[in-house]
């Protein structure tokens, strides 16, 4: 694999780590807020909060990882078909919530989606010059 599209895939990782962080710290800012507020809900979203930010976490080090293991066979199996899923699914995400979460963070996810869409363009052309 070429040396930029392992940089894309380290670049496209941490930026899906810094969006989990950035949505946990937005989670918890918000519980002290309500806390500290006396407003909070019944039920708590922190459970929810770590879940998301545990998935985001574990898709950015999996694509860190992918990247450098790409040349294993069964990472030629995975990993090119998990850029594109997740490439899909954040591009859709990002317009779906342009609306509900701001521009800001619609184009970060956007933007995140097509470099995963890129990303899986290129492990996809790897693997084929590998067989």
């Not at 507020?37 to 985001?56: D, R, Y």
């Amino acid at each position: 694999m070429t040396v930029y599209a392992k940089a894309i895939g380290v670049i496209v990782g941490l930026m899906v780590i810094i969006g989990g962080l950035w949505i946990g710290l937005l989670g918890l800012f918000a519980n002290m807020s309500g806390s500290a507020l006396n407003s909070s809900a019944a039920g708590s979203n922190s459970n929810h909060l770590l879940f998301i930010f545990v998935i985001l976490f574990g898709i950015g080090l999996l694509t860190v990882i992918g990247v450098f293991m790409l040349d294993h066979k069964i990472w030629h199996v995975i990993y090119p078909p998990f850029c594109f899923l997740t490439g899909m699914v954040l591009t859709m995400f990002a317009l779906y919530s342009i609306g509900s979460l701001g521009i800001r963070a619609g184009m970060y996810s956007l933007l995140t989606g097509l470099l995963y869409l890129l990303l899986g363009y290129l492990a996809k052309g790897y693997v084929k010059d590998q067989r």
